[in-house]
């Protein structure tokens, strides 16, 4: 018979704590594709490469907010950085995402210095606004291009590890809980970061495609394509990862298996087996490899791409769910479940849940009408053919 | 203009933003903070400033002290005041104006008293249908209080703490938490236990021929265990013990035992001050056992 | 040179700058000699807990007395009882009293094994809760009394996702993480804890190890006991006499 400890009834971790590590994530995919274009040259992503960085400045700025909805006295959130406690996994969040932060609004600054130079020579508020953060230096002269060029290459080089640490360090925090059967693998450092460069790119091409669609823009063939050779390569490395992992504790069965494979079977059936590995991880895999192997029309290929994009973004997020969720929805008697669902109205709801979510795309949208992310972007020529 | 310069300004803002950063951070660590690891030193101190709500028996004894000293010579002597009648404290301040809980229904004693297979076979438990049919109780919500008073629920003659050692004796529910079936025969390789009538044959070989037959020898032999090897054991010759079955009451059943009214009965056969202290015991030793139990001076027309 | 000297100067204010920082980079530490006013030696004290599961009756006083003491609101827990019924086919039932003022009612479970076994925070020595615990609000005392600083938690739930045993809750009333304190308002009395006191059984033992007369050495050097999970490696503080396998 099902028997929970008393005061595990209650899930403390909600769905807050599922948004946090999914913005994480999209934030340090959006930016690896970002340094993939800056520091290792890969030019083919040049459309996309001011997009991303843009992209991962806004959710970075949003990512708090989910763990200041669920913190039970946020006004001492600063204490984090105050008094940090460094053996706990958690208190590496204030640091790192502060200088993560620095380091993201630093380089969007050297990059996107020429078009907001270009805003700035105006008049009205908004060109006062962007002179204040160009701090009143208009010089956009050859040279000093070239040092924003050197500086932003080697802040995208400093970001991909900070990146990694920014999202994995949560997968730290859920590994090292020895307590948490279903947490508790050294794996979960690893899986974390691979499958945030995996909905990162997913979300980039997805709103790359949306912008595109909204404004009537072609979307440039070479860059997608190499995203969902990118996409499909991440994807494989994550999809793996998160396999090994359950392949192992199903393999080794040590005594919390009996309860570990109720919580599979019973609890998690359709939102692990049936959606994770099985509709958003198989049908994904299959489209990125037809679209990176076989040769196909241009709009086949991109509705193929636009589709697994939007299936992984629903499989990574899942995969949070499934992790924090699931791990709390099995006791530590190891003898039941509890169950959860997530208010509509509630401070930790899915109200605020969608909220928090979509509040980046229109920040995005804001941020373009001030300083174009998209400078090259080309008109759909109207005659009808590809 | 140097094509450095914009950077510079920059960091040397970034650098500007965290000094002060820094330098908020040390002024808002508490005072005390590490002082003894990595924690506020001042929180145990502060961890200690909370309301004492129980004020212990002792305290309890000031002023209740009649109640207290029934309460420790019989079977609930091992039971806290404020087990039953809840947190002290603000009784005390109020110096007794504030009531105290006072549970007399009987769901409050089943609390404990419930038969349930998880507790102890050894401790008393009962099923209230099962124990109000030997009592010969009719109405199934007549409370225990009517004839158990909670501070002396079995109306010990002598104090529980001092009583006589006795070995330990088993019931088949001290171990066998399962529901035995009566008259269950011990196998050969049951582990070896007392009985009776090891020791008391002739007692026990006379109680059999009397009206009592059916009545376990522990329920009038209380018996308290100490340790596994060994307990206390009481010959209660209250009479109020022997009335928790034989009083009139409104709430007898039909099949009840003989029933009487105490203390008209004792001032109907006493004739004098002396036989007025006796007990049931004294006078009706052939309704139990004439082996072995002593008399005390008979009265005119007992049936020894 | 203007542009060199400009630069030079700039890194030299950011070394001035660093070098401020890393100076200050530690707490600053209380004057020495400062003591708290009060007659209370922590460092006399090492206080353990031991439970006798064959003692206990599952009358929940334990339950009624912690949830008075500590103005624990309803729904969370500092310490319950629960209750294992094995039956003849060896399936294993458990529940714990958490409902209706906490009694436990009849089952028709056909038993052949049963029990009740209280629990608590064990306050371990090598508790999980204070090292993931990110701002240091967690700690454990030098009598052995795992606490809670709540001037300083900020509810994010950490510890209680660490403790292996479920003993911590987030208080719907203070939204901050709560547990057993092991009564430390009283035990630095001299008093025993609200549930040791509450119980008519003996089931609950509270001591000092220090005394070595004390019931608890002399339980502990004696009695055969066990510890909760102790391959979590906690070390619990709270030791359990006649602990089933089926207790987790």
New interface residues.
């Given amino acids: 018979m099902d028997y929970v400890f008393p005061n595990e009834l209650n899930v403390t971790w909600t769905v807050m704590i599922v948004l946090y590590p999914y913005i994480t994530g999209l934030v340090a995919g959006a930016f690896i594709v970002s340094s993939l274009y800056h520091v290792f040259g890969r030019h083919e992503l040049e459309p996309v490469a001011r997009f991303s960085l843009v992209s991962a400045f806004v959710f970075l700025l949003f990512a708090p907010l989910p763990l200041l909805m669920h913190l039970g006295h946020p006004e001492r959130a600063l204490s984090i950085m105050v008094t940090p406690n460094f053996s706990s996994a958690m208190a590496g969040f204030g640091f790192i995402y502060n200088t993560y932060l620095v380091l993201v609004v630093l380089e969007v600054w050297f990059v996107m210095r020429g078009q907001f130079i270009a805003r700035a020579k105006g008049t009205g508020p908004i060109a006062f606004a962007c002179r204040a953060i160009l701090l009143f230096n208009l010089d956009e002269s050859a040279e000093t291009r070239r040092v924003d060029h050197k500086i932003a290459t080697f802040l995208a080089g400093l970001g991909i590890p900070l990146a990694c640490l920014l999202h994995g360090y949560v997968g730290f925090l859920f590994g090292s809980l020895k307590a948490n059967p279903w947490w508790s693998t050294a794996l979960m450092f690893v899986i974390f970061i691979f499958s945030a460069i995996v909905s990162g790119i997913s979300v980039l091409i997805f709103h790359t495609f949306v912008v595109a669609w909204i404004n009537g823009w072609e979307v440039e063939e070479k860059c997608i394509r190499a995203l969902g050779k990118y996409l499909w390569g991440f994807m494989i490395i994550a999809v793996s990862l998160e396999l090994l992992e359950i392949l192992s504790i199903a393999y080794k069965q040590t005594e919390e298996w009996e309860v570990l494979e109720r919580l599979i079977s019973e609890k998690l059936f359709i939102s692990y087996v049936v959606l994770q590995f099985g509709l958003f991880s198989l049908v994904p895999f299959v489209f990125l490899a037809i679209t990176a192997l076989v040769p196909l029309g241009k709009r086949l290929t991109h509705a193929l791409i636009w589709l697994a994009s939007v299936m992984l973004l629903m499989q990574v997020l899942l995969m949070r769910w499934n992790v924090v969720i699931g791990g709390q929805l099995l006791s530590k008697s190891m003898r039941g479940f509890t169950s959860y669902f997530p208010g509509l109205f509630e401070r930790e709801g899915l109200v605020v849940a969608a909220i928090i979510f979509t509040a980046p795309f229109l920040i995005l949208w804001g941020f373009n009408r001030v300083v174009p992310l998209f400078p090259h972007a080309v008109s759909k020529v109207r005659t009808g053919m590809n | 203009m140097s094509k450095y310069r914009h950077a510079v300004s920059v960091f040397v803002v970034l650098g500007v933003v965290v000094i002060a950063a820094a330098i908020a951070r040390n002024l808002a660590i508490p005072d005390t903070f590490g002082e003894f690891g990595h924690y506020r030193g001042a929180a145990p101190a502060q961890a200690r400033e909370f309301p004492l709500r129980h004020v212990g028996a002792d305290v309890c004894a000031d002023c209740h002290d009649k109640q207290k000293s029934l309460h420790d010579k019989d079977a609930h002597s091992r039971v806290p005041c404020e087990t039953c009648h809840g947190p002290g404290a603000e009784h005390v301040k109020a110096e007794g104006d504030a009531p105290m809980r006072r549970p007399t229904a009987k769901s409050d004693c089943l609390v404990c008293h419930q038969r349930l297979a998880a507790r102890p076979g050894s401790f008393p438990q009962i099923d209230a249908d099962v124990h109000f049919a030997f009592v010969g109780v009719k109405d199934p919500s007549t409370p225990c209080v009517s004839c158990h008073d909670p501070h002396e629920p079995l109306y010990m003659d002598r104090d529980v703490r001092t009583a006589r050692l006795h070995p330990a004796i088993h019931r088949c529910r001290d171990c066998h938490q399962g529901t035995m079936a009566e008259g269950t025969v011990k196998p050969e390789r049951h582990p070896v236990t007392f009985e009776c009538n090891y020791c008391h044959p002739a007692i026990v070989a006379d109680f059999a021929k009397r009206t009592h037959a059916h009545v376990a020898c522990t329920t009038c032999h209380l018996y308290f265990r100490e340790s596994e090897y060994a307990g206390r054991i009481i010959r209660d010759a209250d009479p109020r013990f022997c009335l928790l079955c034989h009083r009139a009451a409104p709430f007898r059943s039909a099949n009840a035992p003989k029933t009487i009214d105490w203390p008209s009965h004792r001032d109907k056969v006493a004739s004098g001050p002396t036989d007025a202290k006796k007990g049931c015991v004294d006078c009706h030793r052939d309704r139990i056992h004439t082996v072995g139990t002593p008399v005390r001076g008979a009265v005119k027309g007992a049936q020894l | 040179m203007?542009?060199n000297i400009?630069?030079r100067d700039?890194l030299k204010?950011?070394g001035a700058?660093s070098g401020?920082?890393l100076v200050?980079?530690g707490?600053?530490?209380?004057p020495q000699g400062?003591k708290?006013k009060?007659d209370?030696d922590?460092e006399k004290h090492s206080y353990a807990y031991v439970v006798d599961t064959?003692?206990c009756?599952?009358?929940?006083?334990c339950m009624?007395?912690c949830r008075?003491?500590?103005d624990v609101p309803p729904?969370?827990?500092r310490t319950?009882v629960?209750?294992?019924?094995v039956d003849?086919a060896g399936e294993?039932?458990?529940?714990?009293a958490?409902h209706d003022d906490f009694?436990?009612g009849?089952?028709d479970?056909?038993?052949?094994?049963?029990?009740?076994v209280p629990?608590l925070c064990n306050h371990c020595k090598k508790s999980?809760c204070n090292?993931?615990?990110?701002?240091?609000?967690?700690?454990?005392?030098?009598d052995g009394v795992v606490?809670v600083?709540?001037?300083?938690?900020?509810?994010?739930?950490?510890c209680?996702?660490?403790?292996?045993?479920?003993?911590?809750?987030?208080s719907p009333r203070?939204?901050?993480?709560e547990k057993c304190?092991l009564c430390?308002?009283?035990i630095?009395?001299g008093?025993k804890p609200?549930c040791v006191?509450?119980?008519?059984?003996?089931a609950r033992i509270f001591g000092d190890l220090r005394d070595p007369q004390s019931e608890i050495s002399v339980i502990l050097k004696q009695q055969r006991f066990r510890v909760l999970k102790p391959e979590?490696?906690t070390q619990p503080n709270c030791y359990y006499l006649g602990l089933d396998r089926e207790v987790?």
């Fill in positions: 203007t542009r400009s630069r700039a204010v950011l700058g401020l920082l200050h980079c707490p600053i530490k209380p400062e708290e009060s209370y922590w064959t003692r009756i599952g009358c929940c006083a009624r007395a008075a003491e500590n729904g969370v827990f319950w629960e209750r294992y019924e003849e294993v039932r458990v529940d714990a958490t009694v436990f009849t089952t479970t056909k038993v052949s094994k049963a029990f009740f629990k999980v090292q993931v615990c990110p701002v240091g609000a967690a700690y454990r005392t030098k606490l600083d709540h001037d300083r938690c900020i509810g994010c739930g950490y209680v996702q660490a403790c292996p045993y479920g003993s911590r809750f987030i203070t939204h901050m993480a304190t430390y308002h009283r630095t009395r008093e609200a006191a509450s119980c008519p059984k003996g979590m490696g987790v």
